[in-house]
């Protein structure tokens, strides 16, 4: 008996497939710099990741960023998930949510918020 694994395979669906950086730019209320932010996303998700300098009040330091598509997403929902947001929500409390590419530049995907 002869099996067609090609007609059996047709079927397969992947189950929550790795977020892409179409994913995380759906989720962002500032659409801005898309180009720069993919550039940043490709870089940090690549084998070895990759270096960002970041001004800290004045004085630069150098991180090394390196994470999965699935830690930057789970970050990302953990930000939006403590982000202050109530009926009151407007475009001048808005001006505070950092931008796309600010927010991989500096590794936010690894902060933490109290319940």
């Not at 090394?64 to 009151?88: C, Q, S, V, Y």
Request: include cysteine.
């Amino acid at each position: 008996m002869t099996t067609n694994l090609s007609s059996q395979n047709d079927n397969v669906v992947a189950i929550n497939p790795e977020p892409t950086f179409e994913d995380f730019w759906k989720e962002q209320y500032w659409k801005t710099d898309k180009l720069r932010c993919k550039a940043k996303w490709d870089a940090i998700t690549s084998p070895g990741g990759a270096d960002a300098r970041v001004d800290d009040n004045g004085q630069y330091e150098t991180l090394h960023l390196e994470a999965t598509p699935e830690r930057i997403m789970e970050g990302w929902r953990r930000f939006l998930k403590a982000w202050p947001r109530n009926a009151d929500y407007s475009l001048k409390d808005a001006q505070y949510m950092p931008r796309p590419r600010q927010w991989l530049n500096a590794g936010r995907w690894e902060d933490h918020f109290d319940d």
